[in-house]
């Protein structure tokens, strides 16, 4: 199961890596080469500083290098935010990305990616040790502009689509939720469709096999979650 675990966050990670350069869409790692971790751990850790130096848009990703002592919290309800504390919350109001394992013997790396589906302000704390982290500077709030809206990989799922896969109880890998399982963040759109030379018809005969070939990817991604779901 730990292998398919790896896999799965390996193709993530591939995915955000591979994409994260298309114009009007970026991927954001939070905190840099800090990390995600509380002043506890990095005393010299700002995410709210970091975060008031980037403009944040529907279709982002945020990008959290942490471990499994740690847990990624993202709310919209400022009340669980100010209290560091989530333990009231509500299905349509607060996700947790990452929860800590407290079953684990050894400290190991997690990786989150959380994507920006919701125009507004934002909250992201880990309230692990009773809110103590987020007490100790692991929080930061952003407001969310609506930027050129989601792309299509990112939006509502139709009816009949496979549903979010529930994160297991002492399981830090990013949960199968909001992230579809078509996933191909950010996909890059050309506007120019009126070049009728040749050159034009080359072009737009390999935007056609770049098109096939992210399909055929995102089929791949697709077996890998029911692989991994049914394991």
Wanted: a negative charge; hydrophobic letters at 30%.
């Amino acid at each position: 199961m730990e292998q398919w675990k790896k896999v799965w966050m390996m193709m993530m990670v591939m995915m955000v890596s591979m994409n994260g350069g298309v114009s009007g869409y970026k991927n954001y790692t939070v905190g840099e080469d800090l990390g995600w971790f509380d002043k506890l751990e990095k005393s010299s850790v700002n995410y709210q500083k970091w975060a008031s130096s980037h403009t944040f848009s529907l279709g982002d990703f945020l990008l959290f290098n942490t471990d499994n002592n740690h847990t990624v919290v993202q709310t919209y309800n400022s009340t669980i935010y100010s209290l560091c504390d989530d333990s009231t919350s509500l299905d349509n109001d607060t996700v947790t990305w990452s929860s800590p394992d407290p079953s684990a013997t050894n400290v190991h790396p997690v990786f989150v990616a959380v994507p920006l589906l919701k125009v507004g302000p934002t909250y992201f704390f880990s309230s692990d040790y009773d809110g103590e982290q987020c007490e100790n500077g692991q929080r930061f709030s952003i407001n969310v502009t609506h930027g050129q809206g989601l792309p299509p990989s990112l939006r509502t799922p139709s009816p009949g689509a496979p549903g979010p896969v529930g994160q297991q109880s002492g399981d830090d890998t990013v949960p199968d939720t909001l992230v579809p399982a078509n996933f191909d963040h950010p996909k890059d759109i050309s506007d120019d469709d009126s070049d009728d030379d040749d050159d034009g018809k080359k072009k737009k005969s390999n935007a056609t096999i770049i098109q096939t070939s992210r399909w055929g990817f995102s089929r791949i991604l697709i077996l890998l979650g029911l692989l991994y779901t049914c394991w």
